[in-house]
């Protein structure tokens, strides 16, 4: 066999045991952009505990405050993996932007809060709808409710919980746009009247004013709610398929430890998250709060997908609704769960 004939065979060999050496010989870049909410565990055990550096992921973060925001980041190219909502995707691709979901990270994320001034009216056998009344009769003005931009997955949960669940009469809610931390900050301050949150956000509100109460839980917004995905440029995956398939992974091998070990998980999210501000305890809390709950399998976020999208085209917030053709690739889940 003379040199050429022995690099082709060598090169096949690796091809078909789908390259495992390659991930540990070349190390691929992979600039990612985040929101900073729990939904994201999955990935930040991974990358803490370091499996996608042995992989060969050259990881660099960057925070950014919602996922349509971070759309145009990925549009310009300077991220390569999108860990936010699902929702402005498929507008993305309206858009010529080809990024596909590998993955879910959670579900039910979102949930929605009252602050003390609206709390009170949330009494036992009372519903949203004529609490929210009784508090516009009382103060004499809507109830504002802050959460994320039109078109987010926060903002899209929470019309749906207040006009199609709840019934609310329109009149008697405000609803009040801003970034994750404004919304924290805003609901403690007493700046609005409730809002939707999702964890950490959760536990530090309740935890410094016990008074915030949690009035619709994340099924209770929306049925199979689905939350944060990690989304991958096309480009990315076209030159480094086997990197896509090493994070997909670390995912699912991340999702087992938070399951069995919860406590292992809380250093790397503190780390990603907290950055020194966030206590550790309040970490702790928030991984195994009834707002987290983690899911890899993008598969079973298709259809509820389907039924936000339909749902941001009664609103206004899309003009129609979009294709799904190629915005899910499954296979590498469906390759890591075998492994």
């Not at 049925?223 to 990197?243: E, H, L, M, R, W």
């Amino acid at each position: 066999m003379d040199r050429r004939q022995f690099l082709l065979t060598a090169s096949s060999a690796l091809a078909a045991a789908g390259a495992p050496s390659l991930a540990h010989a070349q190390s691929v870049p992979a600039r990612v952009g985040f929101i900073p909410v729990v939904g994201t565990a999955p990935f930040f055990v991974a990358y803490g505990e370091g499996w996608l550096k042995q992989a060969g992921l050259d990881v660099s973060l960057t925070t950014f405050e919602s996922g349509p925001n971070m759309i145009q980041a990925l549009a310009s190219g300077t991220i390569d993996i999108y860990i936010a909502g699902v929702a402005p995707l498929a507008v993305a691709r309206s858009r010529g932007v080809d990024v596909r979901v590998v993955a879910a990270t959670a579900t039910g994320e979102n949930v929605v809060v009252a602050a003390p001034s609206l709390a009170k009216y949330f009494t036992a056998g009372t519903s949203a709808a004529a609490a929210l009344k009784a508090f516009r009769a009382a103060v004499g003005k809507p109830a504002r409710l802050a959460t994320q931009p039109a078109g987010s997955v926060p903002n899209t949960t929470l019309q749906y919980w207040l006009w199609e669940v709840a019934k609310v009469d329109k009149a008697d809610v405000e609803i009040v746009p801003m970034g994750i931390d404004a919304t924290q900050q805003a609901i403690l301050a007493g700046a609005v009247d409730g809002g939707s949150v999702r964890e950490p956000a959760l536990t530090i509100i309740q935890d410094r004013n016990p008074a915030i109460k949690l009035i619709a839980g994340g099924e209770d917004v929306f049925p199979g709610q689905p939350g944060t995905v990690v989304a991958v440029s096309g480009a990315f995956i076209t030159k480094n398929p086997q990197a896509v398939q090493q994070l997909v992974n670390g995912l699912v091998r991340a999702a087992n430890l938070i399951a069995k070990t919860p406590d292992k998980a809380v250093p790397h999210l503190a780390a990603a998250l907290g950055k020194g501000i966030v206590e550790p305890a309040i970490i702790a809390k928030a991984l195994v709060s009834p707002a987290s709950k983690f899911e890899i399998d993008p598969r079973k976020i298709i259809e509820p997908s389907r039924a936000m999208q339909a749902y941001q085209v009664k609103l206004g917030s899309l003009e129609k609704e979009l294709p799904f053709d190629g915005l899910f690739e499954t296979q590498y889940y469906e390759r890591a769960i075998k492994g």
